[in-house]
């Protein structure tokens, strides 16, 4: 679509929230209501609310937001390959928008709050091939989790990675600062997880199998630095297991976490076996500042 549209209204009357929804197929009625209360849609150069009745000769304008991230993809890029991109994650910043919208009209992102997706589409590096499915995407972190993530720059490449992961030919190491000081120095964690009733995901004998390997890399003040191994990647998998084990992630509010300026799971390295040229990859992303400041505040004597 373009990046602005004029249309004159004729007919009888109809919400301007309607009506627009209508003109753009397949955008939600919540996604037009935002471009409608951030100014985004004006009736005869008026901002008005999403409810407002018009009439026959409103001149309606829609002007889609433009391109913009106040993240530069090269502050977060690690690796760029003709294939794919290797970059980390901040916590806090969502991987893609939480509306579903965007898979389709790329350009909602930039309605939104600022995501991964959008800081990507606002310059997308060389090679990245235009109108990527999901923009190149091929796993996810949660909003609060750091760490390495992989992006596709091309169709083919996607497909082979999702291929990959569906297989659990990819392998992840996680940080964690656990509360509580595990016992054992290393164990595996087979509890299956599923979503109960209130939408909460939970270890559960009807979820789905879910396997973790762990290794405790420092006991110290009641915490736990422990590295974590999936081998399956279910949704809120680590935090699950080792709330499971009764030793939560530190901040981890979800699942009864101590206090802490936010979740500390970091996701620490990837590898696998290049799909298109069979090279091994291995990724790591540094553990950040913050987390570490969190490991030496509980330990603190």
């Known amino acids: 679509m373009p990046a602005k549209k004029t249309i004159v209204f004729d007919g009888y009357s109809k919400r301007l929230d309607v009506f627009v929804a209508d003109e753009l197929e ?5 996604l037009v209501q935002k471009l409608i209360k951030e100014g985004h849609v004006t009736v005869n150069g008026k901002c008005v609310k999403p409810s407002w009745p018009l009439t026959t000769g409103d001149k309606v304008e829609i002007s889609l937001p433009q391109a913009h991230s106040q993240t530069k993809l090269a502050d977060l890029l690690l690796h760029d390959d003709k294939d794919f991109l290797v970059v980390i994650k901040p916590a806090g910043l969502l991987v893609h928008p939480q509306s579903p919208v965007w898979e389709e009209h790329p350009e909602a992102v930039f309605s939104a709050d600022e995501t991964l997706v959008s800081v990507l589409l606002a310059a997308p590096p060389k090679g990245f091939v235009k109108d990527m499915p999901r923009a190149g995407l091929v ?3 949660d909003r609060e989790t750091s760490g390495v993530m992989i992006i ?3 169709p083919q490449f996607q497909a082979e990675m999702v291929a990959l992961f569906a297989n659990r030919q990819v392998h992840k190491t996680y940080h964690a600062i656990a509360c509580g000081e595990i016992p054992d120095d290393t164990g595996t964690i087979d509890v299956p997880i599923g ?4 939408g909460k995901i939970k270890a559960s004998d009807v979820g789905r199998e879910a396997i973790t390997d762990y290794k405790v890399l420092e006991r110290k003040n009641g915490f736990t630095y ?3 191994y999936p081998r399956t990647g279910r949704t809120n998998q ?3 297991h080792l709330n499971w084990l009764g030793y939560p992630v ?5 699942y009864r976490g101590a206090t802490a ?3 500390m799971l970091h996701a620490r390295r990837i590898e696998f076996i290049h799909p298109l040229t069979g090279k091994k990859c291995d990724f790591e992303a540094p553990v950040p500042t913050d987390f570490l400041e969190a490991w030496e505040r509980v330990t603190r004597p």
């Open 26 to 30: 397949n955008l939600s009625r919540s």
């Open 250 to 254: 530190l901040g981890d509010w979800l």
């Open 226 to 228: 422990v590295e974590l």
């Open 261 to 263: 300026q936010r979740l």
């Open 195 to 198: 979503r109960v009733a209130g």
């Open 238 to 240: 680590l935090r699950v």
């Open 139 to 141: 796993h996810r972190l």
């Open 152 to 154: 596709a720059k091309t």
